[in-house]
């Protein structure tokens, strides 16, 4: 019970986030900040792949509800983005080959490049990879705050101690 309510209470932070970041200016149009992948980051580093899937997906879909942005281009551009981010984030952190910040960066990377494809496949025009250079570079300081969010909350969540999407 214990470990579904902490899972629970990811993906009220995560959602909350979501929405919330969605309010604070981003210099590119449509863009967001990305701190509501955090927890995220803190799954795909210290736990497992599925919940950390599970988690972006929540997260995503509650936001998107919440926010009114459901079903949108811009849901469809995070939500895959998030996805994929988990995956790629679960993947170079079992090489142990970077801590969680290289984690969070490489994270950061392959979040917006699925998003820059979704949004081109969605308007039908690569100009929108234009864009891309400043969305890294501003990018790169949320996955610093990331990093620095997931590391120092692990402690309330335990590492390895929250919801397990295999165990019910």
């Known amino acids: 019970m214990v470990k579904l309510t902490k899972f629970a209470l990811m993906v009220s932070i995560s959602s909350v986030l979501y929405v919330l970041e969605g309010l604070i200016p981003f210099p590119v149009p449509g863009g967001k900040w990305g701190l509501s ?31 009114g942005s459901f079903f949108t281009p811009g849901f469809f551009m995070g939500f895959f983005g998030a996805l994929t981010a988990a995956v790629a984030q679960r993947i170079v952190s079992l090489t142990r080959i970077f801590g969680i910040l290289g984690v969070s960066l490489v994270g950061m990377i392959s979040n917006n490049l699925v998003q820059f494809l979704v949004g081109s496949l969605l308007i039908k025009s690569r100009a929108i990879f234009s864009l891309l250079p400043i969305v890294m570079l501003l990018g790169s300081m949320s ?9 120092r909350t692990v402690s309330f969540f335990g590492e390895g101690e929250y919801y397990d999407a295999e165990t019910k």
Do not use: D, H, T
């Open 37 to 67: 992948n955090f927890l995220v980051l803190q799954l795909s580093y210290y736990n497992n792949v599925k919940s950390a899937l599970l988690l972006a997906s929540m997260k995503s879909i509650v936001g998107g509800l919440i926010s």
């Open 143 to 151: 996955a610093i705050v990331n990093a620095y969010l997931a590391q």
